[in-house]
């Protein structure tokens, strides 16, 4: 396992919100957007966190108003105090959102940083591309929640990840964290990695709530049918799995960021 510690990291934004997504849609959050990702997907809506080291990020002090530009790189300490700060002007919260790019390509800062959010009594929840398993064993002991995409070539026009996607979650439902599956399903999704990735779920995790979330149309990206999604939710049951739900992205019918 990786014990390596960074006391500094590199962030896009911080801004408090209304979770849009999977089963926790509709909870009060404070996210951490991290800078960096490895994946390029095609119906990509925060293109600003591709950017690996840059020189500013944005702090919301309240919902859509990214009011402050700051400098990067953050220290932990500087990261603890803005978060306590934002939980007395904007609080409560139901928990801390790790969500990117890519947070894990940061994994060393987190080693760093989560013991000291958890002692300041955050409960954490991971927004992950769900591949880089190997990062995910380091910060596992300090995540309350999960949230693990896998992604479908046919919808982010980029290569698969089964493997690095069956090591991740077979680690995650071994933890204490709370974890369940995303899928972004578009009109043009190949059925056959739905199959695939129904299999490769029900084979690990059964009971693992499993999300299909329709594509918001962008980028040449559209949005499947009724129909569609009404067939993929019973074939993915058909195939093991116990909890399948079809949850659109809230924040976005919300006009909330």
Not at 84 to 98: D, Q
Not at 124 to 153: C, N, Q, S
Not at 204 to 226: D, Y
Request: proline share 6%; glycine share 6%; charged share 20%.
């Amino acid at each position: 396992m990786n014990t390596k510690r960074s006391s500094q990291t590199w962030l896009a934004e911080i801004f408090p919100s209304i979770q849009g997504e999977g089963p926790l849609v509709g909870v009060r959050q404070l996210f951490i957007r991290f800078a960096g990702c490895h994946r390029r997907c095609r119906f990509c809506d925060t293109p600003a966190a591709l950017m690996v080291r840059p020189r500013t990020w944005q702090q919301a002090s309240s919902v859509g108003c990214r009011d402050r530009k700051q400098k990067n790189p953050v220290s932990v300490q500087q990261l603890a105090t803005m978060l306590g700060e934002i939980r007395k002007t904007a609080g409560p919260f139901h928990s801390l959102v790790l969500t990117g790019g890519e947070p894990l390509l940061q994994s060393d800062f987190l080693c760093a940083a989560l013991p000291q959010l958890r002692r300041e009594k955050w409960r954490i929840y991971l927004e992950t591309a769900g591949d880089h398993w190997r990062e995910l064993a380091t910060v596992l002991p300090w995540l309350d929640y999960v949230a693990m995409d896998i992604k479908l070539p046919s919808v982010t026009y980029e290569s698969g990840a089964w493997t690095a996607h069956r090591k991740f979650l077979i680690q995650a439902v071994a933890s204490r964290a709370e974890t369940f599956v995303k899928i972004i399903v578009s009109e043009a999704m190949d059925v056959r990695e739905l199959r695939r990735t129904a299999r490769l779920v029900a084979a690990v995790a059964p009971h693992v709530p499993v999300i299909l979330q329709p594509a918001t149309s962008c980028h040449g990206v559209r949005a499947p049918t009724p129909r569609q999604l009404w067939h993929w939710q019973a074939l993915a049951l058909a195939i093991g799995l116990h909890d399948v739900r079809v949850i659109p992205q809230c924040h976005v019918i919300m006009k909330i960021r």
